[in-house]
């Protein structure tokens, strides 16, 4: 538009100004929001008010907040108490002594006697030893009949012991070595080629292909877990999920820069947690094909593929109050007001603050699930109802493109999910366990970039299946990798293989060190 198309009315140029200033209000606010999502800090913790004003734009509100929980007393029995210093190494780790002695001459005194020994004082120091490879020589002995020859036998003139059975046959690498490699990939984010410039200063040759090749044997000779870990989660009635981009090269008929997913399931026992990882080329919603028998409850964020999970008979469907409090801590960030100075954004992130302090008091007081959902119908509830009854009055007063009014209308669309999560006592407030476990996945790509093959991403999932499932039911990753690479070919049926999934282990009976003994 220019000088000559303008009206010449004065109602109608205020229009056209009025319209110009709200665009130009929407697309500096979404500047600074990318200016902030690229320059500024992740991190979602807000620092405390030293003046909040709460409920400031709806004073009628105020009269709803819930009482305190009051903090049960404990009383602590008379007690000698310890002294302060560093946490004693553990007991378990092999000691060397050094004993440092008075020279002969010290050790004479001033009037002519030798002086008698009458303790010592220690003291002890942790030292790091370079890891060190070694050969294992399996020496199978022969034996043959001097007095037949063979001829009596049906099996031939020699015996010879057979060799153990092993998760690579004729490879000349060791469970140790394999867990070793894995636990460095998917724990440590160590991609291969850079395992391969560390054992080639340790004097080894062993390339990144060779290394592939063996994660590739090993996953498809755990295949038979997946299927378990699947049947696992489909037993119990919560599941947590989530997923997150992975970039996956050959795939077919896809560009080599399109995203795929990785999908994270986490459920089963409480005391006994599964994580399942399956990858997908596409966001679409066949990686919960294999929920078509799952009934129960499904926590998930607000991504539209779970909505038609949600309307499944049987499937009970919760949303996560994180994600509502993440969209509000966006308006937050990029608000040029001082936080102090209150705003809808930080009143909602003020109260959703209160839920969680309720929440931190619920867990500390272990308390049985109808309990805590006694508790929080009590005063959780009040909150929550709050919380709706500011977002209902600020829909209409704000504007539906600025950052608050997405905000707003994300949290209107969720509200009957998350709220859900106060009916069931076993229930979290959030997804936010199912994105921890998928963490590792969104640190380890900024380091490996991508996966070469469909194949290599499918490898992949398993591999945090079973390192993320050890992790949480507190299971060592190396422990865990080298005593499963250990037992699965000896393993000879479902039963015997399922006894070696993570739920059904005691973390007493294999460690690090007793691993590598």
């Not at 093959?453 to 390192?467: D, E, Q, T, V, Y």
């Not at 070919?489 to 399922?498: S, T, W």
């Amino acid at each position: 538009m220019d000088n000559n198309t303008l009206p010449n009315d004065t109602e109608a140029l205020k229009s056209i100004i009025s319209d110009y200033q709200e665009q130009v209000s929407y697309l500096e606010e979404k500047i600074s929001y990318l200016q902030k999502v690229i320059f500024s800090s992740t991190s979602e913790k807000k620092k405390e008010a030293q003046h909040p004003q709460n409920h400031l734009f709806l004073p009628g509100l105020e009269e709803q907040k819930p009482e305190k929980i009051e903090p049960a007393k404990v009383t602590i029995p008379e007690h000698s108490r310890k002294k302060r210093g560093r946490k004693p190494l553990p007991q378990d780790l092999p000691r060397e002594d050094i004993v440092h002695d008075l020279s002969e001459e010290e050790k004479t005194c001033p009037c002519g006697t030798s002086m008698a020994c009458i303790g010592q004082e220690e003291s002890e120091k942790l030292d790091y030893v370079p890891a060190k490879l070694r050969v294992e020589r399996h020496i199978r002995l022969k034996y043959a009949c001097r007095e037949c020859e063979g001829v009596e036998s049906d099996q031939g003139a020699v015996k010879i012991a057979p060799m153990p059975a092993q998760i690579i046959p004729q490879g000349i690498v060791t469970p140790g070595l394999l867990a070793h490699i894995l636990v460095a990939k998917f724990v440590d984010a160590l991609p291969f080629y850079r395992q391969e410039n560390q054992f080639a200063r340790l004097g080894i040759e062993l390339s990144r292909s060779t290394m592939v090749s063996w994660a590739m044997s090993v996953a498809k000779a755990c295949e038979p877990l997946l299927g378990l870990f699947k049947e696992e989660l489909l037993a119990h009635n919560i599941l947590n999920i989530d997923e997150t981009t992975v970039q996956v090269l050959r795939e077919e008929n896809r560009a080599a820069s399109t995203k795929s997913y990785m999908w994270a399931f986490l459920g089963g026992q409480q005391d006994r947690p599964t994580a399942l990882f399956e990858y997908h080329p596409t966001r679409g919603g066949q990686a919960l094909d294999f929920l078509q028998s799952f009934t129960g409850t499904i926590q998930t964020d607000g991504y539209v593929s779970y909505n038609a999970l949600g309307e499944r008979a049987g499937i009970i469907h919760v949303g996560c109050l994180a994600h509502i409090r993440r969209k509000f801590m966006d308006v937050i960030k990029i608000s040029k007001r001082e936080r102090t100075k209150g705003g809808t954004a930080q009143e909602i992130v003020n109260l959703i603050g209160q839920i969680y302090k309720v929440e931190k008091d619920l867990a500390l007081q272990k308390l049985e699930p109808d309990r805590i959902k006694e508790q929080r119908q009590k005063h959780i509830v009040p909150i929550l109802d709050t919380i709706k009854a500011i977002l209902d009055q600020r829909a209409y007063t704000t504007p539906p493109k600025s950052q608050l009014g997405k905000a707003i209308a994300y949290a209107l669309n969720q509200w009957d999910r998350v709220v859900r999560y106060t009916e069931d006592g076993r229930l979290r407030p959030d997804n936010n366990l199912v994105e921890n476990a998928i963490r590792p996945i969104a640190l380890g790509r900024k380091n490996w970039l991508f996966a070469g093959h469909p194949n290599g991403a499918k490898a992949g999932a398993l591999f945090f299946s079973l390192i993320e499932t050890a992790k949480r039911n507190n299971l060592e990753p190396y422990a865990y990798l080298r005593y499963l690479f250990e037992q699965l070919p000896l393993a000879k049926d479902k039963e015997e293989v399922r006894q070696l999934m993570p739920q059904h282990i005691d973390p007493a009976l294999i460690s690090p060190l007793s691993s590598a003994a």
